[in-house]
């Protein structure tokens, strides 16, 4: 691949004491698609370098993504109904998808993804065997697929392949379920260890909830990752019912649950943490653990506004994901934190946008076991994205503002590059890997209502 010079009319760029925008900054690119240098006041754009208008911002982590999820939209709006309600719709699609059709709508969501500037994404996995439990002869082929649809979609992925083992505490899988059981936890380890990371892929591994991995196998997910030093994902607190259901178990909350049984740290990202009492979140910034914040899903599903303020507050790093992909947009997942915390205390001013872009690009790299990422810097990976600051959202303020029009007023529809290794994905907002991505979605999820 041939290694490209870009040259960002305006850009993001790390300092010591913080990231501000720089304008005419040429960004050299270095070996294994990382940046060699970062010049700001470059002057004119050179021969041969490729222009980016707008402002170039790093690329986005989507640090919780369950890609199926995306045939729902639009699909399961109908009437009030409960989180529970929706998720019997979910489990209707989840047994239409093979290897093949679920490769297929991946890259398409994936490929939706790049378009809206996330160049990184937390693939929170438990799709794993046939209808009914049945091996496929490759175990990790539902895996694969998604490993290789990033790929064709050009971005990076965790694969944060899931234990999930009960429907409750105590419970048995139910028959939907079975395709997401390994049985135990042992022979989830086993499975997940035949998968091997690749240059776009990183393997990392997920708890789906403290009532789908009984709390005796809970230790075994947890060594596992510590032993391959992998990233660490679960759900945590979403549902009122999961708390009071884990106190009626156990006796104690699901936050001290999986802290009993060593499954909180800094490898470990709680995500939603909707509903935690006080100790629960002296547990979560005690142990430096991350928390996935996923507020258009949350908001979605009417699970309620989350202590993210809190706990960011109380020392735990804030990333963000899209999870149900109700909406795939960075920009809006990142302003909900401070718009829902607005609408919770009634004042303003809770979070910067750079805390906000932080969150939402090196905070989520880094939770995804990609530390280099999420800067525009030398040395950094050279994943990035441009936001136009011509469009009828973003025209107006200074340029220098460019981290609070990207934040406040941007949307996924600004996006005009996406780099992601020095590769560019995304050229004047048409992605060049998957040329049509409308209607690799429209063809890939109407193959599952069939």
């Known amino acids: 691949m041939q290694e490209l010079t870009y040259w960002a009319q305006?850009?993001?760029?790390?300092?010591?004491?913080?990231?501000?925008?720089?304008?005419?900054?040429?960004?050299?690119?270095?070996?294994?698609?990382?940046?060699?240098?970062?010049?700001?006041d470059s002057g004119p754009c050179p021969a041969g370098a490729v222009r980016l208008n707008g402002l170039l911002l790093p690329g986005q982590a989507n640090a919780h993504s369950h890609a199926f999820h995306r045939a729902l939209r639009g699909n399961v709006q109908v009437g009030s109904g409960t989180f529970w309600t929706w998720r019997d719709t979910m489990y209707r699609f989840a047994g239409a998808l093979d290897p093949d059709s679920y490769l297929a709508l991946a890259t398409a969501v994936y490929a939706e993804m790049a378009l809206a500037g996330i160049t990184n994404v937390g693939e929170f996995h438990y799709l794993h065997h046939a209808p009914g439990g049945t091996r496929y002869s490759d175990p990790n082929a539902m895996g694969h697929a998604l490993i290789e649809a990033a790929e064709r979609a050009g971005i990076r992925i965790t694969l944060l392949d899931t234990c999930y083992l009960s429907s409750g505490f105590?419970?048995?899988?139910?028959?939907?379920?079975?395709?997401?059981?390994?049985?135990?936890?042992?022979?989830?380890?086993?499975?997940v260890s035949a998968l091997k990371p690749a240059g776009h892929a990183r393997i990392g591994a997920a708890i789906h909830s403290v009532r789908a991995v009984p709390a005796d196998q809970l230790g075994t997910v947890a060594r596992w990752t510590e032993a391959?030093?992998?990233?660490?994902?679960?759900?945590?607190?979403?549902?009122?019912?999961?708390?009071?259901?884990?106190?009626?178990?156990?006796?104690?909350?699901?936050?001290?649950?999986?802290?009993?049984?060593g499954a909180l740290g800094p490898r470990t990202s709680a995500v939603h943490a909707t509903?935690?009492?006080?100790?629960?979140?002296?547990?979560?910034?005690?142990?430096?653990?991350?928390?996935?914040?996923?507020?258009?899903?949350?908001?979605?599903?009417?699970?309620?506004?989350g202590p993210a303020r809190q706990l960011a507050s109380a020392g735990c790093p804030i990333t963000l994901g899209s999870d149900s992909h109700a909406v795939i947009d960075p920009f809006e997942e990142a302003r909900a934190l401070e718009l829902n915390e607005r609408l919770r205390t009634r004042t303003r001013g809770h979070w910067t946008a750079a805390a906000l872009l932080h969150a939402g690009a090196e905070a989520g790299h880094a939770s995804l076991g990609l530390p280099e990422a999420g800067r525009i810097e030398a040395g950094a990976l050279a994943d990035f994205t441009v936001v136009a600051l011509d469009s009828v959202r973003t025209a107006g303020p200074r340029p220098a503002l460019g981290a609070e029009t990207a934040v406040f007023a941007a949307s996924a529809a600004d996006v005009r590059h996406v780099v992601v290794g020095g590769r560019h994905i995304v050229r004047d907002g048409v992605h060049q890997l998957v040329p049509d991505v409308p209607t690799a979605l429209r063809d890939s999820i109407a193959a599952l209502q069939q």
């Open 10 to 40: 305006y850009a993001w760029v790390s300092h010591a004491d913080g990231p501000v925008v720089e304008r005419d900054v040429l960004i050299t690119p270095g070996p294994g698609g990382t940046i060699a240098a970062v010049t700001p």
């Open 170 to 191: 105590g419970a048995a899988v139910t028959e939907p379920q079975l395709r997401f059981s390994d049985g135990d936890a042992e022979a989830w380890a086993e499975r």
């Open 228 to 261: 391959a030093q992998a990233p660490l994902h679960v759900h945590l607190s979403e549902q009122t019912a999961e708390n009071e259901a884990c106190l009626a178990a156990h006796g104690v909350t699901p936050t001290r649950l999986l802290a009993d049984h």
């Open 275 to 305: 509903h935690l009492t006080e100790q629960d979140i002296r547990l979560l910034s005690e142990s430096a653990t991350n928390i996935c914040m996923c507020p258009t899903t949350e908001r979605d599903l009417a699970d309620g506004i």
